[in-house]
């Protein structure tokens, strides 16, 4: 696939200084959604960067410059592409993302506040690979040590909606995903049953923890079990600090779908698959309420724009 025309006074230009990865199958995202994250990470960001779009087929209706490539056949099989995400690993094949230029891979479903380039500045080297922290045993020193003790059986696991990687050190990720799919299939190694635990297992050595300053997953920090609980969290000065400092939050799409949040109402909300309530108010949820709104307000809008 082929390098789009480059727009005048974009970000976008051979000037980059680094890349925004995005990956792309089936018919869940549309041209809107992603022109509408490909520019609002535009208008926040301070270094120039260019933008790399891994799909299955030829998209149209996206803005000038981004690099469309093809993903490889063996990550674009149906089994990789279900809940396992599995597909998603095709970002750390060789010759998939271009290698000259340090990555940062977000979510369509990722809402952007801030400056994304950022995120390369978390990197303590360009071997790590930096995910969100998001099961007990810490990302770090102690999750090292128990891997290396347990026989690479016990690691310390990530979550993949926001991704920091060097893609010329980290092709190693992909082809032992490969020699192990050879050697066991989806199901004879328990690390392949996902693409973050796939990357926490393989890239174990060199993981980092995104801090949750800069960024967080919407249903792990504002989704809590019991409504005093949310309301208290919400009402303390430095957590609403850090909730107006946050650089992104990422909505994963099979519980909290962005737009669905408009037509909730003031106090209104649901409760997830892990017993996690959302409350829908600036009480409960902080600016991220008015955040998140104005977001999806302009995202409907564009759509309605689209169709007329």
């Given at each position: 696939?082929g ?49 790399v ?10 803005p000038a ?26 970002m ?5 993302v ?15 506040f ?37 026989n690479?059986?016990k ?39 996902a ?25 792990t920090?504002?989704?809590?079990p ?6 208290l ?5 430095w ?6 400092g ?61 169709k007329?």
């Open positions: 696939m390098v789009g025309r480059q727009s005048k006074g974009s970000t976008m230009t051979s000037a980059a200084e680094w890349q925004l990865v995005l990956i792309l199958w089936g018919t869940k995202y549309g041209p809107s959604e992603v022109c509408q994250l490909i520019e609002t990470v535009e208008k926040y960001a301070q270094r120039p960067f260019r933008t779009l891994i799909t299955d087929r030829q998209r149209d209706g996206l410059g981004v690099l469309q490539r093809a993903f490889p056949e063996f990550f674009v099989q149906e089994e990789m592409r279900t809940s396992g995400c599995q597909a998603k690993l095709a750390f094949e060789d010759g998939v271009p290698q000259d230029l340090p990555a940062v891979y977000i979510d369509i479903d990722t809402v952007v801030g400056d994304m380039s950022k995120f390369l500045d978390v990197a303590r080297s360009e071997k790590a690979v930096v995910l969100f922290q998001s099961a007990l045993l810490p990302i770090g020193a102690l999750g090292r040590w128990i891997w290396r003790r347990t690479k059986k690691y310390a696991r990530g979550n993949s909606s926001i991704v920091v990687f060097q893609p010329r050190e980290c092709g190693y990720i992909a082809e032992q995903f490969r020699a192990l799919h050879a050697q066991h299939g989806m199901t004879g190694f328990r690390p392949m049953i693409d973050e635990r796939f990357m926490s297992w393989s890239a174990q050595e060199n993981l980092q923890a995104i801090p949750k300053s800069m960024a967080v997953k919407f249903p920090e504002f989704m809590l019991w409504a005093w609980l949310t309301h969290r919400a009402s303390l000065p957590v609403r600090r850090r909730w107006n946050l650089l992104a939050v990422t909505l994963p799409g099979v519980d909290v779908k962005g737009q669905e949040l408009l037509q909730m109402p003031e106090g209104g909300g649901f409760v997830d698959r892990k017993g996690r309530r959302l409350i829908w108010s600036e009480k409960a949820i902080g600016p991220m309420k008015q955040k998140l709104t104005h977001y999806y307000e302009a995202l409907s809008a564009r759509e309605e724009e689209s007329s």
